[in-house]
């Protein structure tokens, strides 16, 4: 998991309301990533900035928001809006943003259950 | 849309033996591709990567192959033990609009290794 931290481990919420993830990195990286990870599936992009105060979609952004006001730090708001908000969240980083041969590191993971 | 496909989902081998898991691409763009490895409740773990200036590409008993003209790479374990039982990614970076990059991941592959 390196320097990348993701809290809390598991998170539970009730239907209609709104929760925060937390990804912080110490790795100085560049650009963060936030997955979501279905039982038997891979990973799907949500949001991803390649630098503070910028961000962009991924491919299943809907009812999801994303801010990045410090290089360390990338929160995940899962909004109501967000029809079948359970499942894994991984958070990534790479350390150049326009690379395009740059591992990305993976944080260990939030477990969302909505009840 | 751009894709990666991997097989097969699920593996079970006798300790000792070799594995093998394929993926195919579909971006002829991409140019990186790492293999992760994931443990029950865990993030994924980087465990090989090969960029398309190579063919092959080899640690310990772990290789991956790519074919570039075929769109296919492969995983290669040998001399297989318990501890490498986990759930086993590819993927394979593309370019997105604002000109930095993304992954795709596969499905990815439940490996058992039976002791």
């Known amino acids: 998991d390196g320097g990348i931290t993701q809290s809390p481990k598991y998170l539970f919420r009730k239907e209609g309301q709104n929760v925060t993830l937390s990804c912080e990195q110490n790795?100085?990286?560049?650009?963060m990533y936030w997955y979501r990870q279905d039982p038997g599936q891979g990973l799907r992009l949500i949001y991803y900035s390649q630098i503070v105060n910028d961000f962009q979609k991924g491919d299943i952004a809907e009812g999801y928001s994303v801010s990045r006001e410090k290089k360390e730090s990338f929160p995940l708001t899962v909004t109501s809006a967000q029809k079948n908000p359970t499942a894994f969240y991984l958070c990534a980083s790479m350390p150049n943003r326009q690379g395009d041969t740059d591992t990305q590191y993976f944080g260990p993971g939030t477990r969302l259950t909505v009840l | 849309g751009e894709n990666v496909e991997q097989h097969p989902s699920t593996l079970s081998v006798q300790e000792g033996d070799s594995a093998v898991i394929k993926c195919t691409y579909s971006d002829s763009a991409s140019n990186y591709f790492p293999w992760y490895k994931q443990e029950l409740g865990k993030g994924p773990q980087l465990i090989i990567d090969?960029?398309?200036?190579?063919g092959e590409k080899k640690d310990q008993r772990i290789a991956v192959t790519l074919n570039k003209t075929a769109k296919h790479f492969s995983l290669h374990i040998t001399e297989t033990q318990p501890e490498d039982s986990a759930v086993y990614f590819c993927?394979?970076?593309?370019?997105?609009?604002?000109?930095?990059?993304?992954?795709?991941f596969g499905s990815g592959t439940r490996l058992l290794v039976r002791p």
């Open positions: 790795l100085n990286h560049d650009a």
């Open positions: 090969i960029r398309s200036n190579v």
């Open positions: 993927a394979a970076s593309i370019g997105t609009m604002d000109s930095s990059y993304k992954l795709i």
